[in-house]
């Protein structure tokens, strides 16, 4: 596989979330504008390009048996970078996405493609599939937080296209699972038919 | 009535997975049926309380102390992956038929964001050693309770004609989404 597929392969074959239904709990819980989509996807698309880097690197010189604990502590070294860098220079971004930064740790995507792919694949490559998969995370991120700031509140990235209520439901809790469930049905319906 | 506020409100008006969004992994995962449901369950209660016990003291009584907050993260993280290992080294031994039932899903549980999320979420709240750990206990039976509803429709899902884009998770999805709709009849309860 080339480089241009690794990268690629993030965005719709292998789309970690709308394809492979990983990392739900942060699509669920920071979609509730596009904007606060967006910047959780780029925070994570960073986490798992530099973990992958330094995994690719390192993974010659970790024992099989202790990989896991590892890997765990990389990751969870450059979700503390982004965490504190969030705090200093983007305070408002940081506090609507609260938890979930942290939580980045835990994502199932990051962990998932340093197990994949980075401990067996060269340091290029891994670039190619951290970057085209972070990519693919926020792309989808931002594509539910846009539908239900749409139907939500008739806004896109915080500006009013329509100067009435929307459907406020969409923003709450209950439009997540609604406007997800959906989305994938319909990229269901589109790689069945395509 | 602390007390009581606290579990009720982990139970019913903030449930961890219909309203906070954390473990949806295991949620969409193990809720086929309400057998394997329960077992996780109790998998996550127990790992649950113990981790946020453990990771309290240490916040409290090391980094702290230290000064070393920033490194809360890493720290939490390594000591709940280590509990998970002894949880599942502990249930290998002591009861095989339910390992074998939750075996794939036990490591998972280590990445179960709902773990990592309330060790971290007790500290924010600023709460007590008992109140963290009747917090965690109750935020574990509202994810158990939770689960074993969505479970139970879903058993029922099983039999029903969908069109075929919509079969599997996106149905879920959709029951989750009532579900929801159904918990916020709770909101401002508390």
């Keep these: 596989m080339n480089n241009m597929q690794n990268f690629t392969k993030g965005f719709f074959k292998e789309n970690p979330v709308l394809v492979q239904l990983l990392g739900m709990c942060p699509t669920l819980g920071v979609t509730s504008t596009a904007m606060n989509g967006l910047g959780m996807g780029l925070a994570t698309t960073f986490v798992l390009l530099m973990s992958n880097i330094s995994i690719s690197l390192v993974k010659n010189f970790i024992p099989d048996k202790v990989r896991m604990p590892a890997y ?3 990751i969870a070294s450059f979700v503390t970078v982004v965490d504190l860098v969030m705090s200093g220079y983007l305070p408002e971004l940081h506090e ?7 939580l980045i740790v835990v994502n199932c995507i990051v962990l998932g493609r340093a197990e994949a792919f980075a401990s067996k694949n060269g340091v290029v490559s891994s670039i190619f599939d951290g970057l085209g998969m972070g990519l693919g995370f926020a792309m989808a991120l931002t594509m539910l937080g846009s539908v239900r700031e749409l139907i939500g509140s008739l806004s896109l990235f915080g500006f009013k296209l329509i100067d009435a209520d929307g459907i406020l439901l969409f923003i709450l809790p209950p439009g997540a699972f609604l406007a997800l469930g959906f989305l994938i049905a319909f990229i269901n319906h589109l790689r069945k038919t395509a | 009535m602390e007390y009581f506020i606290i579990v009720f409100g982990a139970i019913f008006v903030n449930n961890i ?34 981790a946020t016990m453990v990771t309290y003291l240490i916040q409290q009584y090391v980094l ?8 809360q993260t890493i720290t939490f993280i390594l000591i709940i992956a280590a509990l998970v290992q002894m949880v599942e080294i502990i249930l290998k031994k002591v009861s095989p038929a339910l390992y074998q039932a939750l075996g794939v899903y036990l490591p998972l549980i280590t990445t179960n964001c709902a773990i990592l999320g309330v060790a971290i979420l007790v500290i924010k709240n600023e ?3 008992i109140e963290s750990v009747v917090f965690a206990v109750s935020t574990a039976l ?5 689960l074993v509803i969505f479970a139970g429709i879903r058993e029922q899902m099983e039999l029903v004609d969908l069109p075929k884009g919509m079969r599997g998770v996106p149905t879920a999805l959709v029951i989750a989404g009532l579900l929801s709709m159904a918990f916020m009849g709770f909101a401002g309860l508390v």
């Design chain 2, 142 to 146: 509202g994810f158990g309770l939770a």
């Design chain 1, 96 to 102: 609507k996405l609260g938890l979930f930064i942290p």
């Design chain 2, 17 to 50: 997975v219909l309203n906070q969004f954390l473990g949806i992994c295991p949620f969409l995962g193990v809720s086929t049926k309400v057998s394997t449901g329960l077992g996780m369950t109790g998998a996550v209660t127990f790992v649950m309380a113990i």
């Design chain 2, 64 to 71: 702290v102390p230290l000064d070393i907050t920033y490194l």
């Design chain 2, 127 to 129: 709460f007590n050693l």
């Design chain 1, 72 to 74: 765990i502590v990389i």
